[in-house]
């Protein structure tokens, strides 16, 4: 059974071990317990800064201290990061093209019990549509550590998606390698492709294995930059698998399955089936009966996969 880890905790725990190599400032809006800062402000207090519950004026002074050429990580939940601050991040952060990387935590429906207000499930659709954006949705613990030190080292902005809900490790091997905008696949095969992002990877490897029990050959890719977003590794799959199923805990509507439908639209039309959540908000309550309600289960990307092959010419 693999060991099961927030993306949040990994988040944390990256700042405080990477601040003894590289040189940036962390700023928070009162959550640093609940984001994880709070490891990093209790080892370098001097260079963490609370902003307090205002968080688009924490973009603003991310942004100004990105202009002395410093790195910057603001951080918050992502309703507030992605959306109360959007305008800021937008002007402030996106159109100078400025170092801030922001680390927006608790995305998804698995905030569970924090409700509809704090579920984000639009968070890819608004970063993306920013110019010059980077969006990062790492799948567990060892890719957001990574994904931390990648930020760390590109130039731009970044928007970084981690989950309050601790996921499987999955990339705990030896050989494995971040690199921002390549996707990873995961597992080879030649009947479909499921394409997933975030917590969903791990349940696509779970969906593969039922379907590998019924013959299907199942390729499984792992998109954890949603942009710039790797069109090579996309295109490679419509064209030898024929057939895509994307899985996402976001909003069906401007997340990894439109990301992708836009790629095979342009490059290699094959059906694309979007597993995510169907243009509605979220509910409270304990995770894994949301994840039952809004259809992200293992169980539930079989069935998509089984659509997906149906409409295989």
Known sequence: MAEKIATREAYG??????????????????????????????????????????????????????????????????????????????????????????????????????????????????????????????????????????????????????????????????????????GIQMKDGSDVTIIATGMMVGMALEAAQTLEAKGISVRVVNIHTLKPIDKDIILKAAKETGAIVTAEEHSIIGGLGSAVAEVVGEGCPVPVVRLGVNDEFGHSGKVPPLLEMYGLTPANIVSKVEEALKLKK
């Open 13 to 182: 725990n990256a700042l405080a071990e990477l601040a003894e190599k590289y040189d940036f400032v962390v700023l928070d809006a009162d959550l640093a317990a609940a984001t994880k800062t709070g490891v990093f402000k209790k080892k370098y207090p001097e260079r963490f800064f609370d902003c307090g519950i205002a968080e688009g004026n924490m973009m603003s002074v991310a942004a100004g201290i990105a202009t002395t050429g410093k790195v910057v990580f603001a951080s918050s939940f992502a309703m507030f990061a992605a959306g109360r601050a959007y305008e800021q991040v937008r002007n402030s952060i996106g159109y100078p093209h400025l170092n801030v990387k922001i680390g927006a935590t608790h995305a998804g429906i698995t905030v569970g019990e924090d409700g509809a207000t704090h579920q984000c499930i639009e968070d890819f659709a608004l970063m993306r549509a920013i110019p010059g954006m980077t969006v990062i949705n790492p799948a567990d613990a060892v890719e957001a550590k990574a994904a931390v030190e990648a930020a760390i080292n590109f130039v731009g902005p970044v928007y970084m998606r981690f989950g309050r809900y601790a996921v499987p490790v999955l990339n705990d091997n030896a050989d494995y390698k971040f690199e921002i905008g390549k």
